[in-house]
């Protein structure tokens, strides 16, 4: 809600195109407001990895389904009555390498669907408006900050 009410004002409290890069973001937010901004960044990014990490997953779960199913028949791919991580030494050789094969293939096609993903990124990341980066400190920033309060109060 508060960002669906931030994006309609006319001068938001944090802007926020701040959370495209984080060197920028945190040049251009108000110094009262680095604390926030970077922990908002953070959150997000985080946010947006464990997003990535678990679509991908999903992926490479359901490829190395499907490739097992393919190659061992549909008993091999429902699993066991243990939910214990199969010992690979311990697999006969020739099924050995159709999992070490089923699992190298799924990666490759998992790289396959990423890389769309990040081609668009790279595209997306083409239009960001660039702003040029502060060159004071928090301090100084802060004291210039303040000046200029002080001096829209006195007038």
Known sequence: MAVFVES???EPIVPLDIFRNRTVSLSTVASVLVGAATSVLTFFR???G???VSALGAVLANRVTELTTERL?????GGGSSAAVPDLSTLPQPLLR???DVYGTATAEL????APLALLAMVVVLFIKEKPLHTLSGDERRAQEEAAQAAGLTH
């Open 8 to 10: 309609r004002a006319a």
């Open 46 to 48: 985080s946010m947006g």
């Open 50 to 52: 464990a997003i990535g």
């Open 73 to 77: 028949g549909p008993a091999a791919a």
């Open 98 to 100: 159709v999992v070490q």
């Open 111 to 114: 790289f396959l669907v990423g």
